[in-house]
């Protein structure tokens, strides 16, 4: 572990690097013991995660292997630390919280309680220097194969603070990762309340007060849109009628003059990461020759751009003119009575029937024919442009919990390299 004042007052020197006068430097064979009780019936089955730690197996939404019998299992108990084998070196660890079973694949270690807090272990082995010590031990032909056994933990070197500042260590990090989870859980409650209202404001399920709705809400359910109508004065409409459906293209690679010019030239990695309804920039841009070689056209700003290969149904509003490459096609609005805003969410809410349309054998794509096709229920325009602000601010409130998840990541990361190498102490 390196200091970045090695040789201060204070500090030694150890197999692990710098660390603080009071702390050790241990073999984790010292500290844990391996526990391979049987499981017994009745019990919860577990498994173990690198985001959530040790959870309910129940709560894992992929498809799991059947359950083995208890006399196969394992027993964890309150306070074990278990891992997973194949998956340590990426933080797949937690502590158990109650008693339960699990796969025989995992590793269950028991702490030594008068010399280790579980939990303060267990944002150690996550932080960098950690995985970087368990990676080391860890064996296989290739880093996805990669196993850590027992006996190899067991040899592994790491610094330990006394037990006092373990615990507060594992406290003030405890802190940031519960305001994290906290965060993440406001983002999940923000996408199914935006899904909702693309729902019903985008269907005319439900209106605003101003547009017909019921008062002192955002709307009531229409008859028509019910029946798979749509409200008095809004019409059935496809994209072939809104504006031109065309079709991007990627230069020659192997010529330098047709690349860096300068047309920003989008991909759908570019459209799929975005954070906004916005794309404003590329990472790649072309000449105008290389436009031309390509058989792409120029999309004028505010075009929709949908990936139509790939992650099919993800699409974006240009703020410049710019081209596309052959995994996407654009949408050139020219009717006057369509709002853009509006359309982009009307289009991302049929992403299942664009799916539906997709087809191919090498891969599959939405042809320039299917995608015209699409049919959206178009309201006039200041109904539009209405849905379009409350949905807009949706996605703003999206992403301000978004900006703020990444900061308390970013600071509970600060506070991993400095709490967990004693650059900063948390005495009691």
Known sequence: MKDPSPNRSGYKKTAVGWIPNEWECVRLGSVFTQSKKKGKKGLP???????????????????????????????????DLAYNMMRMWQGAVGVCGSSGVISPAYVVCRPLKTRVDPWYMVHLFKSHPGRHWLTSYSYGIHEDRLRLYYDGFALIQMPLPPLAEQHKIAA???????????????????????KALMHQLLTGIRRLPEFGGGRGDAGHKTHDAAEGGVPEGWRHISLSELGDVV?????????????????????????????????????????????????????????????????????????VPMTTNQGLKGIVVTQGDADVVFLYYA??????????????????EVSKSSLES????????????????????ADDEIRQLEAKAEALERQKKGLMQKLLTGEVRAKG
């Not at 003030?172 to 409650?189: C, D, N, P, V, Y």
């Not at 049929?350 to 191919?360: N, Y």
């Not at 699409?374 to 849905?387: F, G, K, S, T, Y």
């Open 172 to 194: 003030i990090l405890s802190t940031w990762e519960t305001a994290i989870e906290e965060t993440r859980a406001l983002i999940a409650a923000a996408k199914r309340r935006k």
């Open 247 to 319: 079709s991007g293209g990627t230069p020659d690679t192997e010529r330098a003059e047709l690349w860096g010019g300068s047309i920003p030239w989008v991909t759908p990695s570019e459209i799929t990461c975005l954070s906004s309804p916005f794309i404003s920039s590329t990472e790649r841009s072309i000449s105008p020759r290389g436009m031309d070689a390509s058989g792409a056209t120029l999309l004028p700003a505010n075009s929709i751009i949908v990936c139509t290969r790939a992650t099919v149904g993800a699409c974006a509003i240009n703020v």
């Open 347 to 364: 289009i991302l809410m049929r992403k299942h029937l664009l799916l539906r349309l997709a087809s191919g054998s090498t891969f599959v």
């Open 45 to 79: 089955v577990l498994s173990v995660t690198t985001d959530r730690g040790v959870i309910p197996r129940s709560q894992i939404d992929r498809k799991m292997a059947e359950d083995v019998s208890p006399d196969q299992s394992l027993l964890v108990e309150p306070g």
């Open 374 to 393: 699409i049919v959206v229920d178009l309201p006039p325009l200041p109904e539009q442009r209405a849905i379009a602000s409350i949905l807009t601010k």
